[in-house]
Every structure is written in structure tokens, then in C-alpha cells.
């Protein structure tokens, strides 16, 4: 059962915007911090940006002032707004979420399935 679906993704010019989105259930929205990730071919995967239940936001370096996440509460979504993309920006982005309470039961973390972000001429 796919818990974060992710949109969003396509080809865009250097210099373009893009904005992801991750939906996922209230459940999850409610008490998992969330984020998104990047994968580059024949790369790690590495944080892009995260947000806290209360708003707070971290970001790479790479992105600070181009891109902007946010959470949308009355649709439990959580979106990245890339602005002034550059070809390096090109990856498998992924969703993330993160359990920020204690439970023996429910997952940690879960993942999203990726969308393709390519930034080309």
C-alpha cells in the first residue's frame, strides 16, 4: 500500500520552476515529520529539504533561497517549489516521512516512490 504519492515531476530549462507535491493520509500528515530527497544516477541519495509538524524547515545548501517547502494541512500534502533550477537539480526526488513519536508498532519512516526532475536545454 503506497502511503506517499508524489507529483509533480517532468522536464524543465535551466532557469525554470517546478513544484512537487506528496500526498499522503491524515494519519500520516498528523505526526510524521516529512521531507523530500534527491537521487542522482550513480549518486547517494541526499536531503533537499524538511519540514517539522510545526513548520520548522531545514534545507541543503544547494538549494537555500531557490527552493521552498511548505504544508498544506487541509490536504495533507507537503510541496517543494523549485525555482531557478539548474541541471545539477536533476534527480529522483523522493517523499519522506518520519515518525516523531514513540510506537512499537507503526513504521519509522516511510518513502515515496520517486518522481523524475530533469532540468535540460
Known amino acids: 500500500q503506497v502511503q506517499l504519492v508524489e507529483s509533480g515531476g517532468g522536464l524543465v530549462q535551466p532557469g525554470g520552476s517546478l513544484r512537487l507535491s506528496c500526498a499522503t493520509s491524515?494519519?500520516?500528515?498528523?505526526?510524521?515529520?516529512m521531507g523530500w530527497y534527491r537521487q542522482a544516477p550513480g549518486k547517494e541519495r541526499d536531503m533537499v529539504a524538511t519540514?517539522?509538524?510545526?513548520?520548522?524547515?531545514n534545507y541543503a545548501d544547494s538549494v537555500k533561497g531557490r527552493f521552498t517547502i511548505s504544508r498544506d494541512n487541509a490536504k495533507n500534502t507537503v510541496d517543494l517549489q523549485m525555482n531557478s533550477l539548474k541541471p545539477e537539480d536533476t534527480a529522483v526526488y523522493y517523499c519522506?516521512?518520519?515518525?516523531?513519536?514513540?510506537?512499537?508498532?507503526?513504521?519509522?519512516?516511510?518513502w515515496g516512490q520517486g518522481t523524475q526532475v530533469t532540468v535540460s536545454s
Open positions: 491524515g494519519s500520516i500528515f498528523s505526526r510524521y515529520a
Open positions: 519522506y516521512a518520519r515518525r516523531t513519536y514513540y510506537s512499537p508498532t507503526s513504521p519509522y519512516e516511510y
Open positions: 519540514i517539522t509538524l510545526v513548520s520548522s524547515t
